[in-house]
């Protein structure tokens, strides 16, 4: 079954860190770009991060640039969030998506991330 | 990277049209046909309805339909079902390995 699961999701203070992890089933990971999307409560959805399946081209949205860092393993089909100096506008739910020919074809069902002060 | 600009909503009785337009700049949609759309609803995973502008994806009913003119891409949803009723998003490439997504569309069925 092609599958995509995110975890790692809470609640984190206000400055803190968190990774986010997504697993991948059902199709051939190490060959496809992954991407990062979020929502933020009552918003729209936010695109924030691409990686080449080979891990040596990314892209991100300038708003997380420098904070967030979008990275893979292919050996463990996995895909990461690492996210610094976290805010308030971040608390949001963090889905994580397979680009396929320009499009986002396969999804989780995300990760809810609360940052509190 | 701003967000594209869609309508905070649309509604129609069921056996309508509806469209939804999709407005970005010479960068995003007036640079590139990567145009998708995806339907949302509240709480699950969203879901690609249309890629590279007018091709529906997999099981997709010919109902939905995309377009584009110059820096505006159009989803139309003939034939309104009371299903249909969910948030819509248009995404586009935007370069450099970046995408961007619309505001997003409420559709209601009457």
């Known amino acids: 079954e092609v599958q995509l699961v995110e975890s790692g999701g809470g609640l984190v203070q206000l400055g803190g860190s968190l990774r986010l992890s997504c697993v991948a089933s059902?199709?051939?990971?190490?060959?496809?770009?992954m991407a990062w999307v979020r929502q933020a409560p009552g918003k729209g959805l936010e695109w924030l991060a691409m990686?080449?399946?080979?891990?040596?081209?990314?892209g991100s949205v300038d708003s997380v640039e420098g904070r967030f860092t979008i990275s893979r393993d292919n050996a463990k089909n996995s895909l990461y969030l690492q996210m610094n100096n976290l805010r308030a506008e971040d608390t949001a739910v963090y889905y994580c998506?397979?680009?396929?020919?320009?499009?986002?074809?396969?999804w989780g069902q995300g990760t809810m991330l609360t940052v509190s002060s | 990277q701003s967000a594209l600009t869609q309508p905070r909503s649309v509604s129609g009785s069921p056996g309508q049209s509806v469209t939804i337009s999709c407005n970005g700049s010479?960068?995003?949609?007036?640079?590139?046909?990567?145009i998708s759309w995806y339907q949302h609803h509240p709480g699950k995973a969203p879901k690609d309805i249309i890629c590279d502008v007018t091709k529906r994806l997999s099981g997709v009913p010919d109902r939905f339909s995309g377009s584009k003119s110059g820096s505006t891409a159009s989803l139309t949803i003939s034939g309104l079902r009371a299903d249909d009723e969910a948030d819509y998003y248009c995404s586009s490439y935007a370069g450099s390995n970046i995408y961007v997504f619309g505001t997003g569309t409420k559709v209601t069925v009457l």
């Open positions: 059902g199709f051939m990971f190490s060959r496809d770009w």
């Open positions: 010479s960068s995003d949609v007036g640079a590139y046909n990567y």
């Open positions: 990686i080449r399946g080979d891990g040596n081209e990314r």
């Open positions: 998506a397979r680009g396929w020919l320009g499009t986002f074809d396969i």
